[in-house]
């Protein structure tokens, strides 16, 4: 059974910092594409940011320079450094896993990010 739990969100001011962590279970984590997606209140699910096994990335353009993913495949466990949080980052951001950057067959059950101005 795949489990993904995460973690490190909460309430942060514009210009702040945050550290989301995900934890996998039930899967070959060495193998998967780990990845964030997030939605904001009345939006679709968008993409944050991407990572497979072999260190390629893809990332959301209003991420970029900003939030950082990164995995260790000894804890099973993906990150998301997040910096320079602005309002517009405020959004539940869900984990997910799949075999390519383009999709995710599994999803945690998200955590709320909220950015105050």
């Known amino acids: 059974q795949v489990q993904l739990v995460e973690s490190g969100g909460g309430l942060v001011q514009a210009g702040g910092s945050l550290r989301l962590s995900c934890a996998a279970s039930?899967?070959?984590?060495?193998?998967?594409?780990m990845g964030w997606y997030r939605q904001a209140p009345g939006k679709q699910r968008e993409l944050v940011a991407v990572?497979?096994?072999?260190?390629?990335?893809r990332s959301s353009d209003s991420v970029k320079g900003r939030f950082t993913i990164s995995r260790d495949n000894a804890k099973n466990t993906v990150y998301l450094q997040m910096n320079n949080l602005k309002p517009e980052d405020t959004a539940v951001y869900y984990c997910?896993?799949?075999?390519?950057?383009?999709?995710?067959?599994?999803w945690g059950k998200g955590t709320l990010v909220t950015v105050s101005s």
């Open positions: 990572l497979d096994s072999g260190g390629r990335t």
């Open positions: 039930g899967i070959i984590f060495s193998s998967r594409v």
């Open positions: 997910g896993t799949g075999y390519n950057l383009y999709g995710m067959d599994y």
